[in-house]
């Protein structure tokens, strides 16, 4: 052999290394006051949903899977930074025109992805901050197309306040005002733009979030699926967002990505139930939205990624979205963010590991300004003494105007929430030993992060990022050009 007849396995052998060296591209389609009844595998009603149960059975069905908070952008937050929403002082929902929004000081999932060499997108609804310097690509993302906050969050909405018109965005830039016709096209414009940018970035490694803003009210579909189910305008809503998942996982497909991509499906919070036939289902769970019962938070989660996800397995170890950026850094061996976050690598979960377990002590649930109103462990759950708001055995809402919530007071309550899924047999009575052991996680959470029930302070908070009085009067100037109109 001459020194130029080289083996053609020696030649192909960069090609292979360089192949298994190629970062996983990671996707997260995450929907907007989801129900975990709401996806055929989890039990829905009414409608179809291929897309979601194929995810289901070439990947890993979780069924103790946890947003960390019961309402929109604190949940988002928990999300993006792998924090407690309340520990960077991000609570509820962040109205148009807010004074506050993500500290630009913090570090989120898209930056950690894109110091490490990734294209990043974000399609759909935003919601911590609509100041510029709060807004996506101030926050790690390349491209970003969308709505700032919620798409109820406009005039032409039958229950909306004081608020200005609804912006459609392209980057930092208003496209125009969103109209009816926005509304009910956006699901297919976000996929649109979600499967081009797969396949412009084929070659490279991506991280692509595509939040979509329904089935949050109002509901809006396209033509294309208005009245194909059972279930209303809801159902419709569901399936054309099944079909979303569809159209990226063939575009996942089709570029030959399959078995080096994850993909993730989960949910913000809860169905919002007082809208009744414009609302989804808790399934077996208690209450939805805006609560800190099983309802309010545990989600639907899907992953599916061929030959490191498990086919069609099922889960049943908790976990919550906090715990997913510092997975994702241990998946692409990137650096932790310099501050305190609160989430964990749970890796080990995601795969099937033999033996794994949560590496958490317990999970802290707050809700409204910082109340402690239950904590997690394992398959048991305290909930502490609060005021929570419930349709009772009362319907709710027809036609996108919803019932009136009662308020009632939680005692200190204990569930095990395996065996009693719907939390309906309190057990701290019965077991006083447990409701001490419990406790200790309580105070720790306390200790933490503060709780305004019991108006303790936390050692461990950090401040939102805050406007100027020069940034908030440009602020009022993007939403309305021609002067903020008086309230009347």
Not at 78 to 85: E, K, S, V
Not at 273 to 302: D, I, M, N, Q, V
Not at 363 to 370: D, F, M, T
Request: glycine share 12%; aromatic share 10%.
């Amino acid at each position: 052999m001459t020194k130029f007849a080289i083996p053609l396995f020696a030649l192909l052998l960069p090609l292979f290394i360089q192949a298994e060296e190629k970062p996983p591209n990671v996707v997260i389609i995450f929907t907007d006051d989801q129900g975990y009844g709401d996806v055929g595998v989890y039990g829905a009603e009414g409608y179809e949903t291929p897309n979601l149960d194929r995810m289901a059975a070439e990947g890993r069905m979780f069924t103790q899977w946890y947003a960390a908070q019961p309402v929109c952008t604190a949940s988002r937050t928990g999300l993006l930074t792998g924090c407690y929403p309340n520990r960077l002082g991000m609570h509820g929902a962040v109205g148009p025109g807010s004074r506050h929004g993500i500290n630009p000081e913090e570090t989120t999932m898209a930056e950690l992805f894109k110091s490490n060499g990734y294209s990043t997108a974000i399609f759909g609804k935003w919601h911590l901050g609509d100041h510029e310097k709060f807004l996506p690509l101030n926050h790690g993302f390349d491209e970003y197309f969308g709505i700032p906050y919620s798409n109820d969050m406009w005039p032409q909405h039958p229950t909306a306040k004081h608020f200005p018109p609804l912006p459609l965005m392209e980057g930092n830039d208003r496209l125009r005002t969103a109209n009816e016709l926005d509304q009910k096209m956006m699901t297919t414009w976000l996929t649109a733009k979600a499967v081009d940018f797969i396949n412009r970035n084929r070659e490279n490694p991506f991280f692509l979030y595509v939040p979509h803003p329904q089935p949050h009210v109002p509901l809006y579909v396209s033509d294309r699926f208005a009245g194909t189910t059972e279930n209303g305008i809801y159902g419709d809503v569901i399936s054309e967002i099944d079909w979303s998942v569809g159209e990226i996982l063939n575009a996942i497909s089709t570029n030959g990505l399959d078995e080096n991509t994850l993909v993730i499906f989960t949910c913000d919070n809860g169905p919002w139930l007082s809208y009744g036939t414009h609302a989804g289902s808790s399934g077996p769970l208690r209450e939805g939205k805006g609560t800190a019962w099983e309802g309010g938070f545990r989600e639907p989660c899907l992953m599916r990624w061929p030959g490191k996800i498990p086919a069609g397995t099922v889960c049943d170890t908790p976990a919550m979205n906090i715990d997913l950026l510092p997975t994702m850094a241990h998946l692409i061996g990137a650096d932790l963010p310099g501050k305190k976050i609160d989430g964990r690598n749970v890796w080990p979960i995601l795969t099937g590991e033999e033996g794994a377990t949560n590496p958490h002590d317990s999970y802290w649930v707050y809700y409204k300004q910082n109340e402690l109103q239950a904590v997690i462990r394992g398959d048991w759950k305290l909930v502490l003494p609060h005021t929570y708001r419930t349709l009772g055995d009362g319907p709710g809402g027809d036609k996108g105007r919803p019932s009136k919530y009662t308020n009632l007071k939680s005692g200190l309550e204990l569930y095990h929430i395996k065996e009693d899924i719907g939390e309906k047999k309190d057990m701290a009575a019965a077991m006083p030993e447990k409701v001490g052991e419990m406790m200790k996680f309580v105070e720790a959470a306390r200790a933490e992060l503060g709780d305004n029930l019991t108006k303790r302070k936390g050692s461990g908070n950090r401040e939102p990022g805050r406007l100027t009085e020069e940034e908030g009067i440009a602020l009022d100037k993007f939403h309305w050009p021609n002067g903020k109109p008086e309230r009347k």
